[in-house]
């Protein structure tokens, strides 16, 4: 008992000499933190801040809200914390505990979530009374994100610091820094993630509720810029690639079904690619990302370049009834379609290719010959009937009727041949027809998917080095 009681008188006296704890027994001696550090109230404070960003952490397009790092320092005017530092061993700085001295209410407006942000305990004060009070903060904060130009977007999000309570008549708001200073400074911004940091730009307002009362902000812009390579790789190029063999696929033969079946494999890959970046695309309640529209164009193009090869192959398509190509249709397509495509060599490529029409001559002569054919079988008989020919008469008959039966076998399949040549003829133009019409589609087709990707192009080009 008698060693606690020794401890406890002597105690006080290890920090009697210390000279940051006479300090700091000087300046809390008599402070009141819940008053403005002012000795004229009619002086305002004015407290100078200053902005750093150390890392953009996400960027939530769909609820339109914007997570960053930064490093945050305010500085102010404290009149109540000044002293001599020949009093106190020529000390001209100390630290402080922050929650035993006046805290300016400066906060800022864009605040969504509280973030994760470390606590600092102390602030550094200086001789003259200037209190620096610097943190790194997390800021979760609202932001009107635009994604139409999505991937190669840029984004103005705003950070406005100013006293909630106090007037401009009692806090005002500065800069540490110049503004030049703090739009192009990066020194200390991670640059290794997908958003890359353009610059800040720092702007003083005095703004008024009610006609009577005014208030002091600084609003700092962050514009920032997305890094658009991983989507190009991921969404525009397996895109193109099957746009390409889309139209590599116009190269089969159109009266052949494989152009179908490719046309609807394509189709069928581009669908369940479309699913699979459905979760990549950003999506907002108040607009639609150009890439979407893009990607629902090139499903469309996809429709298109199906119906147009399902309509060919039916044009193409042999048929038995099929009629023949009507005079217009061959003047306006094999004739001004052809020359306005310049197809060369047309008339070897669609020309007509059906056989030469029989000969008359020879027509005529097998008449004569089954004419004259006839006529000895007919002479022979009557000779058999008056009995002069060497065979019996039932002998004669059976073998004008064999022969009859054949030349009508003969005339028959002669006649089959002429009605398959002329539908092979009728065919043949169609074909041609379809060939003609088949090129027309493809080079509207082509120079629409041109123009397309061309605009397309010149957006995003314009929209990435602006």
Not at 32 to 56: C, E, F, N, Q
Not at 431 to 458: H, K, P
């Amino acid at each position: 008992m008698g060693i606690l009681r020794k401890v406890k008188k002597t105690s006080p006296g290890r920090f009697s000499n210390a000279t940051l704890v006479r300090l700091s027994d000087y300046l809390s001696d008599g402070y009141r933190k819940g008053v403005r550090p002012v000795r004229d109230w009619r002086k305002s404070t004015t407290v100078s801040i200053d902005l750093m960003v150390y890392a953009i952490l996400s960027v939530d397009e769909k609820n339109q809200v914007l997570t960053t790092y930064i490093w945050y320092r305010q500085q102010w005017l404290d009149e109540f914390l000044q002293w001599n530092p020949g009093d106190f061993d020529d000390i001209t700085q100390v630290s402080i505990p922050t929650a035993s001295i006046w805290i300016p209410d400066i906060l800022i407006n864009e605040f969504v979530d509280v973030g994760k942000s470390p606590v600092i305990p102390f602030v550094y004060v200086r001789n003259d009374g200037l209190v620096r009070n610097y943190r790194p903060i997390q800021v979760v904060t609202a932001c009107s994100l635009n994604i139409y130009n999505f991937p190669f977007d840029v984004q103005n999000c705003s950070l406005t610091f100013q006293s909630w309570l106090h007037t401009v008549n009692d806090i005002n708001i500065s800069l540490i820094r110049t503004a030049e200073e703090v739009m192009f400074d990066k020194n200390v911004f991670m640059n290794q993630g997908e958003w890359e940091l353009l610059h800040i730009l720092s702007q003083y307002n005095s703004f008024s509720i009610d006609d009577h009362d005014h208030y002091a902000e600084i609003k700092f812009h962050l514009v920032i810029r997305r890094r658009p390579l991983f989507y190009t790789v991921s969404l525009l190029l397996p895109s193109v690639f099957l746009m390409v063999m889309d139209i590599v696929g116009f190269y089969l033969p159109p009266d052949s079904g494989e152009r179908v079946s490719f046309k609807i494999t394509l189709l069928l890959g581009y669908s369940v690619f479309l699913i699979i970046v459905s979760d990549t695309l950003p999506a907002t309640a108040i607009g639609t990302p150009l890439i979407g529209v893009y990607f629902v164009v090139c499903m469309a193009l996809l429709v298109i370049s199906l119906t147009e090869t399902v309509l060919i192959v039916r044009l193409v398509h042999k048929q038995d009834l099929q009629p023949h190509v009507p005079e217009w249709v061959k003047r306006l397509v094999l004739q001004r379609a052809t020359a306005l495509l310049c197809i060369r060599n047309k008339q070897r490529k669609f020309g007509p290719t059906s056989p030469c029409p029989p000969d008359s001559s020879s027509i005529n002569d097998s008449h004569a010959n089954t004419d004259r054919h006839r006529h000895h079988g007919r002479e022979r008989g009557r000779d058999v009937e008056k009995g002069v020919g060497p065979g019996p008469v039932l002998a004669v008959r059976d073998s004008g009727t064999v022969l009859e039966n054949v030349l009508h076998e003969v005339s028959s399949i002669r006649r089959f041949l002429e009605r398959r040549e002329q539908y092979r003829d009728i065919a043949r133009e169609w074909l041609q027809v379809g060939y003609v019409l088949d090129v027309l589609l493809f080079r509207i087709y082509l120079a629409a998917m041109l123009a397309y990707s061309l605009t397309l192009g010149t957006l995003w080009s314009v929209w990435q080095y602006a």
